[in-house]
Nanobody, 116 residues
Framework: QVQLVESGGGLVQPGGSLRLSCAAS????????MGWYRQVPGKLRDLVAT???????NYADSVKGRFTISRDNAEDKVYLQMDSLKPEDTAVYYC??????????WGQGTQVTVSS
């Protein structure tokens, strides 16, 4: 079992920045990829960015050049630095981890609202 706790969401004006954090606990030695997804009401949960244990990253086209994912393997944490935020980035952001066995775990989500 892996437990994930997100923090860092909130309200920000367009063009502003936020940094999301996610702390993993439990069977973290089995975790391979970690990442962030987001969801708005009535829509499916979409990929934002993922990062492998070795640091290989993958981003959704909509956030490339604006968001940066990073990871601290020693602390079992993953971060999402979000810059140049747009109103369409408004969503609940979920932290994700995947284990060697292919099992996926999710955090409880943190709301990000981009509005003036």
């Amino acid at each position: 079992q892996v437990q994930l706790v997100e923090s860092g969401g909130g309200l920000v004006q367009p063009g502003g920045s936020l940094r999301l954090s996610c702390a993993a606990s439990g069977s973290t030695s089995s975790v391979t990829a970690m990442g962030w997804y987001r969801q708005v009401p009535g829509k499916l949960r979409d990929l934002v960015a993922t990062i492998s244990r070795r640091g290989t990253t993958n981003y959704a086209d909509s956030v490339k050049g604006r968001f940066t994912i990073s990871r601290d393997n020693a602390e079992d944490k993953v971060y999402l630095q979000m810059d140049s935020l747009k109103p369409e980035d408004t969503a609940v952001y979920y932290c994700m981890s995947m284990t060697l066995s292919g099992r996926t775990y999710w955090g409880q989500g943190t709301q990000v609202t981009v509005s003036s």
